[in-house]
């Protein structure tokens, strides 16, 4: 079992940034791929950022390009999402997520574990 916390969100403006952190507990972490993924109010989940085991591979949706970077820190068992020159269309519940396989995994149902969700919130 592997038990995520994400913490982090919180109101921001338009241009502002966040990083939001997920904590990961139980199984050993370094053996999951993990993921983010938002969901706003009356649409499905998608796709932000993935990272492989290692760090070494990194894949982000479209839309957060240039913006968003996903990071690992595994002697720590934390994953991060820096947000930059947040928008509007960003606001969200943001979940983090772990799988049990490797590499970039852009498939919400390939995810094993998730967390609880932290919102963010960008005011125009």
């Known amino acids: 079992q592997v038990q995520l916390v994400e913490s982090g969100g919180g109101l921001v403006q338009a241009g502002d940034s966040l990083r939001l952190s997920c904590a990961a507990s139980g199984r050993t972490f370094s053996n999951n791929a993990m993921g983010w993924f938002r969901q706003a109010p009356g649409k499905e989940r998608e796709f932000v950022a993935s990272?492989?085991?290692?760090?070494?591979?990194?894949s982000r949706a479209d839309s957060v390009k240039g913006r968003f970077t996903i990071s690992r820190d595994n002697a720590k068992n934390m994953v991060y999402l820096q947000m930059n020159n947040l928008k509007p269309e960003d606001t969200a519940v943001y979940y983090c997520a772990a799988s049990y396989s490797n590499g970039v995994i852009t498939t919400p149902s390939l995810y094993d574990y998730w967390g609880q969700g932290t919102q963010v919130t960008v005011s125009s």
């Open positions: 990272i492989s085991w290692s760090g070494g591979s990194t």
